[in-house]
C-alpha cells in the first residue's frame, strides 16, 4: 500500500483509508462484532494504516470496537475521530463545539479508544453557536497536552476553514466527494490545496451506489440512513443507474470492478487526497484496496470526466434537515 501525506501536515497515512461507521451505525443489519474486529486487523494485514470513527457513530460503540481492534497494533496505525454533536439517553440531540465539551468528548474517545493520543480530532459538523476560533483554539490546547495530534474539520464552508486554519492548522478537511458529488471542486479543493490541508472524502462509492450493486428494486433495512436521502428514492435511482451503468462498462474494459475505478478516480485528482471507503465484508475491503495499483491516464480521466458530465444525477445527497448542516 502507498502512503499519502494530508497536507503540509506530517500525518502520514494509507493511500486508502477505513471507514468504520457502517459496522455499527447507519446501515444496519450490522454483522457480527468480533467478526468486524477481524476485519479492521486484516486491513492492517494489507498495509491500511488510518481508520475513521466517530463517537456519534453508536452512538459510542463504534469508537470500541476501534479501539479493541487496533489496541495491539496501536503503534503501525493512524486514528481518526470526531466531536461535535450533544448526545443524550443514547442519540444525537443537537451540535455542541463548546470547548468544555470537546474537552470531555476528547478524554472520553480517549478511553474508548484504549490510546494516549488520538492522530485527527475533527470537528463533525460546524456548530454556529461557537466562534471557530474557540473551536481551533479548544483543539489547539490539546495538542499542546500531547491528547491530539491533529485538527480537522468535517462538512466545513471556506470561509470557516480558514479561520480555523489561521488559529490552529487544519490537517484535513472531510467531506463528501466521489464521481456522484463532485461538489467540492468549486471552491473548497482550490482553498485546501492553498492552504495546504489534506482532503479525506467519505462516501467515495456513493453510500454504495457506484459499486454497481444497487438498483430501483433494491430494498434496504427498515433502519438504513439510506431510506430518507433524496438520491436513493427509487426513482432517482433508476433514473441514476445511466452513470453506473457507464462506469461500469469503462472498469470491464480495463479488467476492474467499477468501485475500483470509483476509488482510482479519487486517487488520480490529488496526491493529498486520501479517501476512505467503508465495508464490513472482507472481499469488498480486498477489492478496494485493489484501486491503489490502478493508475488511470490522462485519456482515460478525460472519458470518466466527459461521462460524468453528460449524465446528470437526481435527487439530493442529504435531507433537507441535514443538508443545512453542510458548506458552514
Not at 91 to 98: T, V
Amino acid at each position: 500500500m502507498q502512503t499519502r501525506t494530508l497536507g503540509s501536515s506530517n500525518l502520514n497515512v494509507s493511500a486508502l483509508g477505513l471507514g468504520c461507521m457502517g459496522m455499527t451505525f447507519s446501515f444496519p443489519p450490522f454483522p457480527d462484532r468480533n467478526d468486524m474486529i477481524s476485519l479492521i486487523r486484516a486491513a492492517v494485514d494489507r498495509g491500511v494504516t488510518f481508520f475513521d470513527t466517530a463517537e456519534v457513530y453508536g452512538p459510542f460503540n463504534n469508537e470500541e470496537l476501534v479501539g479493541d481492534a487496533l489496541a495491539p497494533i496501536r503503534d503501525r496505525v493512524q486514528i481518526a475521530t470526531k466531536f461535535g454533536f450533544r448526545i443524550e439517553d443514547g442519540k444525537q440531540a443537537g451540535l455542541s463545539s463548546h470547548p468544555a465539551h470537546i474537552r470531555a468528548v476528547a478524554d472520553a474517545s480517549l478511553k474508548r479508544l484504549k490510546t494516549g493520543t488520538i492522530d485527527l480530532f475533527y470537528q463533525h459538523r460546524v456548530d454556529p453557536d461557537v466562534p471557530i476560533e474557540d473551536v481551533a483554539g479548544a483543539v489547539n490546547d490539546l495538542i499542546k497536552e500531547g491528547k491530539v495530534r491533529h485538527f480537522g474539520l468535517s462538512e466545513a464552508g471556506v470561509q470557516t476553514i480558514r479561520r480555523a486554519h489561521a488559529v490552529q492548522p487544519v490537517a484535513a478537511l472531510q467531506s463528501e466527494y466521489s464521481l456522484w458529488w463532485r461538489e467540492p471542486e468549486r471552491e473548497v479543493l482550490p482553498a485546501l490545496e492553498e492552504l495546504g490541508i489534506g482532503f479525506v472524502p467519505f462516501s467515495p462509492l456513493g453510500k454504495g451506489f457506484l459499486t454497481g450493486k444497487i438498483n430501483d428494486a433494491t430494498t434496504f433495512d427498515s433502519g438504513d440512513f439510506r431510506n430518507v436521502v433524496p438520491r436513493f428514492s427509487a426513482e432517482n435511482r433508476k433514473a441514476n443507474l445511466a452513470f453506473v451503468d457507464w462506469l461500469t462498462t469503462f472498469a470491464a474494459g480495463r479488467n476492474a470492478s467499477a468501485s475500483q475505478i470509483a476509488l482510482a478516480w479519487l486517487l488520480a485528482q490529488k496526491p493529498w487526497i486520501v479517501p476512505i471507503p467503508g465495508t464490513t465484508k472482507l472481499h469488498r475491503l480486498e477489492e478496494n484496496i485493489g484501486a491503489t495499483a490502478i493508475q488511470l491516464t490522462s485519456d482515460d480521466l478525460r472519458e470518466i470526466d466527459r461521462a460524468a458530465s453528460e449524465i446528470a444525477v437526481h435527487g439530493a445527497r442529504y435531507p433537507e434537515h441535514l443538508q443545512r448542516l453542510t458548506g458552514r
